[in-house]
């Protein structure tokens, strides 16, 4: 039997100290999955070789273009991104003029925890292709002022999601009353309507 026909695929990389099997990474695709999304998960090169050693930026980059090239056939869109650190070096790409229909941005780690004067903003001007931003208003890598801030001078059409209370890896306290299962509806519903505008 033929595979239904796949609104997207989205090429979807992980998180410096994440892999594509972790839970942050595949907890992001089931609800991206519910939606009809294909996501093709991969591990960077320094990943597969069991190192803890980040691969330069290029390497990093030209991981995505390689599983880019693996997916781009198979959907009406191509997604970029990932989590943290992937999607950085997606959104670099994107700024680089990359071709893709998109990005997909979970947790996107505007500067260092604890360094909020060491932004990774120069790029995002240059984005030309929509964005979703999926962030936590607790995430230590992305403060929320700082962010607005960087996103007044970004032309792009970009989606700025912030979940209420959530980390860095969309946790929420105990205390806020919200289950992971609300959180993860949140964000479904969010993913729907932004894809919805895609086409």
């Known amino acids: 039997m033929a595979e239904p026909d796949k609104r997207a695929v989205f090429v979807c990389a992980h998180g410096a100290g994440g892999h594509k099997d972790d839970g942050a990474m595949k907890r992001l695709a089931r ?8 996501v093709v998960r991969f591990n960077f ?16 980059k030209a991981s995505i273009e390689n599983q880019v090239a693996k997916a781009r056939s198979k959907a009406k869109h191509l997604i970029l991104g990932g989590r943290s650190m992937g999607g950085r070096a997606a959104s670099m790409l994107a700024a680089e003029g990359f071709a893709c229909d998109g990005l997909l941005l979970a947790a996107y780690p505007l500067h260092p925890a604890g360094k909020p004067e060491k932004l990774r903003d120069a790029h995002l001007p240059q984005i030309r292709c929509p964005a979703l ?21 970004v032309t792009a059409r970009w989606t700025m999601h912030w979940i209420e209370g959530a ?12 289950t992971e299962a609300q959180v993860d509806a949140e964000i479904g519903e969010t993913a729907a309507r932004w894809l919805a505008e895609l086409g």
């Open 167 to 178: 980390d860095h890896s969309f946790r929420v306290l105990k205390s806020s009353g919200r």
């Open 31 to 38: 609800i991206l999955e519910a939606l009809g999304v294909e």
């Open 45 to 60: 090169p320094y990943r597969e070789q069991g190192s803890k050693r980040i691969d330069p930026m290029e390497v990093l």
């Open 133 to 153: 931003c999926l962030n936590g208003t607790r995430d230590a890598l992305c403060s929320k002022e700082l962010m607005q801030s960087a996103l007044t001078k």
